[in-house]
């Protein structure tokens, strides 16, 4: 049986660490996409040291460079991709809408719009090589429109995070965009939201482990050729957009 290839973007650490961990441990053999090749290789050699099908590749997403140098390693070492989780992501603006910077608003849409776009594109002709591709979108609940526009709703950062908010909202809609465009090729394209998991990135204030986090993404990664597409799910089930 010919092995699968995944590619994780920010899989040094966080949530992307765990995918790739959670996807070797399947037997995927994954590529760990890390922007500082030092901090690629060390959580490489990690996973290596446990056994596990992992190796590194220095992928920063707001680099075209960066993005097309992977691309074509990864074609050169395996002449096609078959699973894409889009997970390198960055949260900056802790604070209400009036005090969210015109820098931190950009900076944000380029990693988590513009860089998930770019790697999304960069590597479709490699995913179209594959049998059964598949492309996860690591996105939030936050970036749900029906979420933000409930009074009701608990979201606990609500007047927060309008720059991540907005971008996860953005990638959903790439997710629905390239779903739609790839109906009937075999690849499937989705969103999933890990919950809120104890990460940097909200200094580990999460409820969920990355254990846990993970779990959607990998499942999305995994799904059978009769599973879904053009959709956004959590371990609930799925979500609104
Ligand atoms: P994290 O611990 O802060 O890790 C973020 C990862 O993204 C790091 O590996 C980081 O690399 C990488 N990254 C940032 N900018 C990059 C770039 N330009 N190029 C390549 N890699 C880059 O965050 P996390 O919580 O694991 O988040 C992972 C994903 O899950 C994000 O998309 C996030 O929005 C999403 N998410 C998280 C939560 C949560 O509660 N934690 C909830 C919903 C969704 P460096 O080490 O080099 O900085």
Known sequence: MTETIALVTGANRGIGREVSRQLAAKGVHVVMGARDPQRGEKAVAEFKAQGLPVESIELDVTSQASVENAAAEVERRHGRLDILVNNAGIALDWVPASELTVDALEKTLETNVVGAFRVTKAFLPLLKKSKRGRIVNVSSRIGS??????????????????????????????????????????IKVNSGNPGFTATDMNRHTGTKTVEQGARTPVRLALLPDDGPTGGVFSDEGPEPW
Do not use: C, E, W
């Open 145 to 186: 429109l029906t979420v933000n526009a409930d009074p009701n709703s608990s979201l606990a950062v609500r007047n927060q995070l309008l720059a991540y908010s907005a971008s996860k909202a953005a990638l959903n809609m790439i997710t629905i965009h390239f779903a739609n465009l790839l109906k009937g090729t075999g």
